[in-house]
């Protein structure tokens, strides 16, 4: 059954732990992601950004989709569907569609002007059920066309959202969408912990989890982050295992080129990638 994922994470920030937030781009995506989640006995969460929901054909699709896969599949585990980085306009369309968790990214707006919609989105997904993310500072980088200057969130600022009666806060924390370039300074603990100090029990998410080294993302879950994102690197691995399988051939022996066969490495793949993150993050058996 489809959740919001606010207990879920204010059980990871009180056991310590994130859940994974696994963005999806079809089928094969969503099925790797939720029999692996299902194998681990971990939450899960399924992002979708608006670009993907418009690749899928739109949200409602991709609610459907995820709702009936859920229920064939036979998962037990709580999972919640979530639109990452949404417009305003976005997160009125995914509430309709049946989705169970927003984010709503007003962060490219004058501190006045994130506050004032984000409320107004608050009391929009709180009346009907939905868990809502926002966002202070920014995500440096580019994902599906929304951009980021990377800049490190300001804690007045993070409080005065925070306070808005949002479920969970992105703040920006020198993270980056993507691979992160071989000069990356790294995570900004000092910001993190100031931050956390401002909003007090509610619970961070690091967005860019992609490349983001083990021992960073452990300091970054004790210092208060409950949820971590990540994207580009189940791309990668399934581009990595499909390339591999070409590659070798293997299209082209016998019914290799049947999508089932085609794709079936690149979604094995994706299954250990969201293992490996789930382990990392110690979300397993929790559910
Ligand atoms: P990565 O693509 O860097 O993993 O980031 C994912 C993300 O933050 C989704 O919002």
Known sequence: MLVKATEMLTAALEGKYAVGQFNINNLEWTKSVLLMAQELKSPVILGVSEGAGKYMTGFTVVADMVKAMDKALGITVPVALHLDHGSYDGCVKCKEAGFTSIMFDGSHFPLDENIAKTKELVALAHANGLSIEAEVGSIGGEEDGVVGLGEVADPEECKKIADLGIDFLAAGIGNIHGVYPAN????????????????????????????????MVKKA??????????????????????????EEGKDQKGKGFDPRKLLAPGAEAIKQTVKEKIELFGSANRA
């Not at 990356?184 to 983001?212: C, Q, S, Y």
């Not at 879950?221 to 295992?241: D, R, Y």
Request: hydrophobic residues 45%; proline residues 5%.
């Open 184 to 215: 990356w300074p790294g995570l900004r603990f000092d910001a993190l912990a100031a931050i956390k100090e401002k909003v007090g029990n509610m619970p961070l998410v690091l967005h860019g989890g992609t490349g983001i080294p083990a021992e």
């Open 221 to 246: 879950i004790s210092l208060g982050v409950s949820k971590v994102n990540v994207n580009t690197e189940c791309q990668l691995s399934f581009a990595a295992a499909t390339r591999k399988y070409i």
